[in-house]
C-alpha cells in the first residue's frame, strides 16, 4: 500500500461520535420539547381545564379555578422532587410529608417576622426544608430497603407528634398557625386592626384574579397560580438537568447494583444522600408555595397520608420518568377535589330523564364510586395501572402513541400496495 493509499484510508476513516451537551438550554431536543409541553399546559390551563360551559351540568368537572389549579402545580412540584429519590435510586421514602410541613412551617414564620413577600419566605422553606433532610437522610440512609421507609416514616410521624402537641408555641399545635395583622414584621411592620394579612410578590396579591368571558365560559386568570407555574416550570427544569447529569447516572447505578458500584471503589452514600437532601428541598419549596398560596398552616401536611399520597402520585404517572409525577399529582388532586364533591342530588339530577326505578339502580350502583367514596375509585384506578401499566400513566400514553403510529404507518403501506394492484390490473 502507498503512502497515499494510507492518507485516503487514514482520512476516510468515521470518527467516534460524542454525545453533544448542547441545544438549547443545555436540553436535548426532546428534552426542550417536553419542557415546552408543560409550559404550554401550565400557560393554557385555565383554558384546558374548563371546557365545559359554566352553569350546564358538566360544569361539574371544570377544575380550572385558582385554588384547584395552584394544588395541581404545588402538588406537582412535591412529586417531580420525591421523583429524584424514588424514580432514580430507588429508595422509597414514607416520610417526606415531613419536609413539606416542615417548609410551610418555616415559610409561615417568615411572613411573620421578616415580610409578606413570598420570595423570602419560599428561600427560607427550601434551605429549612433541605438542612432538616439533610440530618433525616444522613441517619435514615444507614439502612436501605423496607428499614430506610421504615426509618423515614418514623421520622414523619415524630414529626407530626412534635407539631401536634409538643411544640405548639411554634406550631400552633391542634389549631394551627396563621397570618394576623399584629405580627411583629421587620419589614413592612404591623397592619392596621382588622386588615388581613395577604401573601404578595413585590405588591401583587396572589389572591388577585382576572376573569375573562366568551359566551358560557368564565376562564380565571390567577396571580397566585401563574407564580407557581413559573416555579413549577424552573424545578422541572432542574429535574431534567439532574436526569441527564453524571449525577443522574450514578443515582441510576445505585437503583440498578449497588454491590456492583462498591466493587468499583466508589461509596453510594453521597449521592443518596445527596438526592434525598435535593428531594426533601423540593418538599420544602411546595411547602413554601402551599403557605403563599394559603396564609395558614396545620399538622394534618405532616401526617403519614400525605406521604403515601405523593407515593401514589409518583407510582400513578410513571416512576423515573420526567413528567410522570405531575402527571400523578393532577389526577389524584382532581379525585380528590372534583369527584368527592358529587353527591346524591347531582347524580339523581343526571339520571332524571329515566324512569324513577331505573333512575334509583344507576344512582346506588354509582354513588359508593363518588362523594365520600372517591377514594374507592382512585384505589381501583391504582390498582389497573399496577397491574397493566407498571410504567403509570406516561407507559400508557406511550403505547397509545404507538398504536396510532403503527396504524397510520400501516396506513400507508396499503395504500401504497392497492395502488399497485390497481397499476397491475391496467
Not at 10 to 37: A, E, H, M, N, Y
Not at 86 to 99: E, K, N, Q, V
Not at 147 to 160: D, E, G, P, V
Not at 295 to 319: D, H, N, P
Request: aromatic content about 12%; proline content about 4%; cysteine-free.
Amino acid at each position: 500500500m502507498t503512502d497515499q493509499t494510507q492518507q485516503t484510508a487514514t482520512v476516510t476513516q468515521p470518527r467516534p461520535r460524542t454525545r453533544s451537551s448542547g441545544g438549547i438550554l443545555g436540553l436535548t431536543k426532546k428534552d426542550f420539547g417536553l419542557l415546552v409541553l408543560v409550559a404550554i399546559l401550565t400557560i393554557f390551563a385555565p383554558v384546558i381545564l374548563n371546557p365545559f360551559p359554566a352553569g350546564s351540568a358538566m360544569a361539574q368537572f371544570n377544575a380550572g379555578y385558582p385554588d384547584l389549579m395552584q394544588r395541581f402545580v404545588i402538588f406537582g412540584i412535591f412529586a417531580i422532587g420525591f421523583n429524584i429519590l424514588f424514580g432514580l435510586t430507588g429508595y422509597l421514602s414514607f416520610g417526606h410529608a415531613a419536609f413539606l410541613g416542615v417548609g410551610s412551617y418555616a415559610g409561615i414564620w417568615s411572613m411573620k417576622l421578616l415580610t409578606l413577600n413570598v420570595i423570602p419566605a419560599i428561600l427560607v422553606s427550601v434551605i429549612v426544608a433541605g438542612l432538616f433532610s439533610l440530618i433525616v437522610g444522613f441517619i435514615s440512609l444507614r439502612r436501605s430497603g423496607i428499614y430506610f421507609s421504615i426509618l423515614t416514616l418514623a421520622f414523619a410521624m415524630m414529626s407530626y407528634a412534635l407539631a401536634y402537641s409538643v411544640l405548639t408555641p411554634i406550631t400552633g399545635g391542634e389549631t394551627g398557625l396563621q397570618l394576623r395583622a399584629s405580627d411583629p414584621r421587620i419589614f413592612g411592620g404591623e397592619l392596621m386592626p382588622g386588615m388581613t394579612p395577604r401573601a404578595t410578590l413585590f405588591g401583587m396579591q396572589m389572591q388577585d384574579s382576572t376573569d375573562l368571558r366568551f359566551g358560557a365560559w368564565t376562564f380565571t386568570l390567577n396571580t397566585g397560580y401563574y407564580i407557581a407555574g413559573i416555579v413549577l416550570l424552573v424545578a422541572f427544569y432542574l429535574s431534567i438537568r439532574i436526569f441527564r447529569s453524571p449525577f443522574g447516572m450514578m443515582l441510576r447505578a445505585v437503583k440498578s447494583n449497588q454491590n456492583r458500584l462498591n466493587y468499583t471503589g466508589l461509596s453510594p452514600k453521597p449521592y443518596t444522600l445527596a438526592a434525598f437532601v435535593i428531594s426533601g428541598m423540593y418538599a420544602g419549596l411546595a411547602g413554601g408555595l402551599l403557605v403563599a398560596m394559603d396564609t395558614q398552616v396545620g399538622a394534618e401536611r405532616m401526617f403519614w397520608t400525605a406521604s403515601g399520597e405523593v407515593v401514589l402520585m409518583t407510582i400513578l404517572g410513571g416512576a423515573g420518568t420526567l413528567i410522570g409525577p405531575i402527571l400523578g399529582a393532577g389526577f389524584i388532586k382532581y379525585f380528590e377535589n372534583i369527584v368527592s364533591t358529587i353527591n346524591k342530588s347531582t347524580l339523581e339530577s343526571w339520571f332524571a330523564f329515566m324512569p324513577d326505578g331505573l333512575q334509583d339502580a344507576f344512582v346506588a350502583v354509582i354513588y359508593p364510586f363518588v362523594g365520600k367514596g372517591w377514594h374507592l375509585t382512585l384505589g381501583l384506578l391504582f390498582m389497573l395501572v399496577v397491574i397493566f401499566l407498571p410504567g403509570g400513566l406516561v407507559q400508557g400514553g406511550s403505547k397509545l402513541a404507538t398504536v396510532f403510529r403503527r396504524d397510520r404507518k400501516g396506513g400507508g403501506v396499503e395504500d401504497d400496495a392497492a395502488a399497485q394492484r390497481q397499476a397491475r390490473e391496467e
